[in-house]
């Protein structure tokens, strides 16, 4: 199956390349570059340029996720498995789950500074509620009659938790981060626009700025690299912890 | 020996108490069957919850071999009506669960687990995970999880009523093989009157008129050979039936 997969990537990367060939053959101007242009100007820079941007990006990345994990997964478990503290959370969180959370990046600068933390505040917020909303479902469609050989057993909380809780919720739980990373990204590069020069977001604006096109083009062909790289962690994760949905 | 004095089961509605159980009394000796049986909604669930620990709040008493009941403290074995098998876990660690959170490692011989696969012939499947089983097999996985555990008490609720007819008789004739070999106190809930007859050595009529028990018939029938076929067996069903239709009729009477 990883195999087959990872052929497929290969075939859209190698069809994109063509499309980007082509056009860049069509149009004949600066603003799109061949893609072998790009490639040998990647080589080139990759090192001394673009990757300490794409690690300053893949840090806020992983810096909010990790905070979305640990505040959402423990929300979610308890709005799933306790029903009176549902009752409580449920209206907080549908009255600020649709938020677009971008609306909030004015206020979170004025908070917290154009530096890192609203940057990472940012993408935690965007993971957060996808994260307790996922959870939350996946433990409330788990049937009581499941549960009850287990409490019959005298089975505590940690049992349920592990053994049922946990294990229930896990493919939600991820389609939840894979959907929110997307957002979160894309919302990313907007943040790495301003208050700080580290970042692909930064790295890629400006290089439009300097008019430098190949180094532009190289930063977007690295942010869908790191895309990808990202995409496919979470696939293998999926497969190995959730293999028994495929059967 | 599995005692029920006095136990009565309310749940909240929105607006007031519903009384599921009322007032049912019942004593099953050591190593005995015990069917339960009654028309939808009469509390056969219920009473079985209630004698699970599974319920936090009733009235009377519910004592197992002489104790309160508590999970905790008696190994109490559920087997819940769709098997309740865990989707995530191989069938192996399935049956090995129960021991795992019983924390009950001289339990988890695998001779114990191993022999009891081949004697409900699952002996092969113990890789797969529940998806990949037939209604039957699961069944038998959901035997196995249980009888490894060897509960003080084992309840059963609708063990069979998913299968079909054929598949339903070969598992009551397992399930009964299982229990010789093991001397289990077992309640089983059911809706075949034939099942009660086959493998209950008492049968509690549960009545949906009071909530209580309006009948327990100590089955003559029970371990007899190839007693299915038999005269008496289709004349006690259709006495039985009788017994539950007349509860029936009550209800719609007092509508
Ligand atoms: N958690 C609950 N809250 C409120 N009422 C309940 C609850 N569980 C069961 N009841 C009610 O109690 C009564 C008995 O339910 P129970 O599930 O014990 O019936 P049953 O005899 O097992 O029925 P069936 O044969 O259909 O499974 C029903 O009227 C049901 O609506
Ligand atoms: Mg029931």
Not at chain 1, 12 to 23: E, K, M, R, S, Y
Not at chain 1, 41 to 63: E, G, P, Q, T, V
Not at chain 2, 10 to 23: E, H, L, Q
Not at chain 2, 52 to 60: D, Q, V
Request: aromatic letters at 12%; hydrophobic letters at 50%.
């Amino acid at each position: 199956m990883g195999k087959s997969v990872s052929v497929w990537y290969l075939a859209a990367a190698v069809f994109l390349t063509i499309v980007w060939w082509i056009a860049s053959e069509i149009v004949q101007l600066p603003i799109i570059p061949s893609p072998l242009l790009v490639a040998e100007n990647m080589s080139d820079i990759f090192m001394d340029y673009i990757a300490i941007h794409s690690i300053y990006s893949l840090w806020r990345i992983a810096a909010g996720l990790l905070l979305a994990v640990v505040v959402g997964l423990p929300l979610g478990v308890i709005m799933g498995y306790f029903p009176k503290w549902d009752r409580f959370l449920s209206p907080l969180v549908y009255l600020t789950y649709p938020i677009p959370k971008i609306a909030l990046l004015p206020i979170l600068m004025l908070l917290f500074g154009v530096g890192e933390s609203s940057k990472i505040i940012m993408i935690f917020l965007i993971i957060l509620f996808q994260v307790v909303v996922a959870v939350r479902d996946g433990i409330r469609a788990i049937p009581r009659e499941t549960l009850y050989p287990l409490y019959s057993l005298g089975a505590g909380f940690k049992d349920i938790f592990f053994e049922v809780l946990w294990p229930a919720s896990l493919p939600k739980f991820i389609t939840a981060i894979r959907v929110a990373l997307a957002t979160a990204i894309s919302v990313l590069f907007f943040t790495e626009t301003f208050g700080t020069r580290y970042g692909m977001g930064y790295f890629i604006m400006d290089a439009w700025l300097r008019v430098n096109y190949l180094e532009m083009y190289s930063g977007i062909v690295v942010l869908s690299l790191i895309g990808l790289v990202l995409f496919t962690t979470i696939d293998l994760i999926e497969q190995h912890a959730c293999h028994w949905q495929y059967k | 020996m599995i005692k029920v004095e006095n136990v009565s089961v309310k749940y909240k509605t929105d607006s007031d108490m519903y009384t599921a159980i009322a007032n049912v009394n019942l004593e099953i000796p050591d190593g005995g069957t015990c069917a339960v049986i009654g028309p939808s909604g009469c509390g056969k669930s219920t009473l079985l919850k209630c004698i699970a620990g599974l319920i936090p709040e009733y009235e009377g008493q519910v004592y197992i071999n002489g104790e309160e009941v508590n999970p905790r403290v008696q190994t109490i074995g559920f087997m819940p009506q769709n098997y309740g098998l865990l989707p995530w876990k191989t069938v192996v660690d399935n049956i090995r669960l129960g021991m795992k959170i019983k924390k009950a490692p001289e339990l988890l011989d695998r001779n114990v687990i191993k022999q009891l696969m081949r004697q409900l012939g699952i002996e092969g499947l113990g890789h797969r995970y529940p998806v990949e089983l037939s209604g039957g097999q699961q069944q038998r996985v959901a035997l196995a999880r249980v009888f490894a555990l060897q509960p003080d008490v084992l309840l059963m609720d609708e063990p069979f009523s998913a299968l079909d007819a054929i598949t339903r008789e070969e598992m009551q004739d397992i399930f009964l093989n299982l229990w010789r070999k093991f001397n289990v106190s077992t309640i089983f809930v059911t809706h075949y009157v034939e099942e009660a007859l086959y493998l209950g050595q008492k049968i509690v009529v549960l009545s949906a008129h009071t909530g209580g028990i309006s009948q327990i018939v100590d089955n003559p029938l029970f371990g007899g050979k190839d007693i299915r076929k038999k005269q008496e067996f289709f004349e006690m069903g259709l006495k039985l039936r009788n017994l539950i239709k007349k509860d029936w009729n009550q209800i719609w009477e007092n509508q």
